[in-house]
Nanobody
Framework: QVQLVESGGGLVQPGGSLRLSCTTS????????GGWYRQAPGKQREKVAI???????TYADSVSGRFTIFRDNAKTTMYLQMTNLKPEDTAVYYC????????????????WGQGTQVAVSS
């Protein structure tokens, strides 16, 4: 059974940086397309960043220019590099992925991680 395992969350001061990782576990399944989502307390889950099979990326307006999504060449690990973090970035971050191509929404992702907490506070 394929699992996604996130790591890299934690507590950071405003203006700081974190790198989240999302790795496939228990399978050689590749992360062909995927994304990072987050959910803050009392709020709905929101899309943060998406990476397609071609390597093209899209970002939420709130993180554009500060966050970068990328993956390794083997497509077994996907990352979210977060810089200039703000208190409003505080949330549980989830990675999601599919081994297929042509995904158009989160409904197309077969695999989801358990989430990793990111807290931005002084």
């Amino acid at each position: 059974q394929v699992q996604l395992v996130e790591s890299g969350g934690g507590l950071v001061q405003p203006g700081g940086s974190l790198r989240l990782s999302c790795t496939t576990s228990g399978s050689s399944t590749r992360i062909n397309e995927g994304g990072w989502y987050r959910q803050a307390p009392g709020k709905q889950r929101e899309k943060v960043a998406i990476i397609k099979e071609t390597g093209s990326t899209t970002y939420a307006d709130s993180v554009s220019g500060r966050f970068t999504i990328f993956r390794d060449n083997a497509k077994t690990t996907m990352y979210l590099q977060m810089t200039n973090l703000k208190p409003e970035d505080t949330a549980v971050y989830y990675c999601a992925a599919t081994h297929r191509s042509g995904s158009s929404s989160s409904l197309d992702y077969n695999y989801w991680g358990q989430g990793t907490q990111v807290a931005v506070s002084s």
